[in-house]
């Protein structure tokens, strides 16, 4: 289904630096790494790809990128020193140019650690008028824009995982807007996620946690 445009698209973002999409764009990119991520990173890396690379830096990318990952928002003006002020945040922050294949001109690959050892890796597009799409969580294809609330859910695949699931959601009155399951080969782990039109509650959380062949869940907020 195509999403209805308003004047807000059509007008753009109200953001600091020249472009929505090397900046607004990179700024809610950055953002949606740190949701999926879980909070900020102690360390990351970003691979930029095609546009972003070629031209990022003179649109602010690096810093609209480093700014996302920090929490900031697209109009905020200190994302013009992101990458001077990410040290005394808490974040050690690079970049790098890379080929990242057949993919959005406008790609970064974010690499994730935290102190405690744990990593993450996220491959996401910024689309053009500050919307954006993460396409790959740690090797597996996915779909998610930030635009509504995210239900992550490591699995193994097989037979009524998602009927279990999705009958927990149920018995929660949580309301499913798009599902889409990734796996890595037939029996194999497997990643669920479900946008829902509202926040999914920590006892729908725990529940789901608890079924037979689940291994994690994981929230992602609305960016």
């Known amino acids: 289904m195509t999403r209805q445009r308003s004047a807000f698209d059509i007008v753009g973002p109200v953001m600091i630096g020249p472009s929505s999409s090397h900046t607004a764009g990179a700024v809610r990119l950055g ?8 909070g900020q990173p102690t360390r990351a890396r970003v691979v930029l790809h095609g546009s972003f690379a070629s031209t990022g ?11 996302g990952l920090l929490g900031f928002r697209p109009d905020d003006a200190a994302i013009r020193d992101a990458v001077t002020l990410a040290p005394s945040c808490g974040l050690e922050v690079s970049f790098a140019e890379g080929d990242l294949g057949d993919v959005h001109p406008n790609t970064a690959r974010f690499e994730l650690e935290d102190d405690s050892g744990r990593r993450m890796e996220l491959e996401g597009s910024s689309l053009g008028g500050g919307d954006v799409v993460m396409s790959s969580l740690d090797g597996f294809d996915i779909e998610a824009t930030g635009e509504l609330p995210l239900l992550v859910i490591a699995h193994v695949d097989q037979p009524g995982e998602i009927a279990a699931v999705t009958a927990v959601l149920a018995q929660h009155d949580a309301n499913i807007a798009a599902m889409r399951v990734s796996r890595k080969a037939r029996g194999a782990a497997a ?4 946008e829902t039109d509202a926040e999914v509650s920590d006892a729908a959380c725990r529940e789901i946690e608890s079924l037979a062949g689940v291994t994690g869940v994981r929230r992602v907020p609305v960016v």
């Open 31 to 38: 953002a949606l790494a740190r949701a999926f991520f879980g």
């Open 57 to 67: 830096r003179g649109h602010g990318t690096d810093l609209a990128l480093a700014a």
């Open 191 to 194: 990643l669920m996620l479900i």
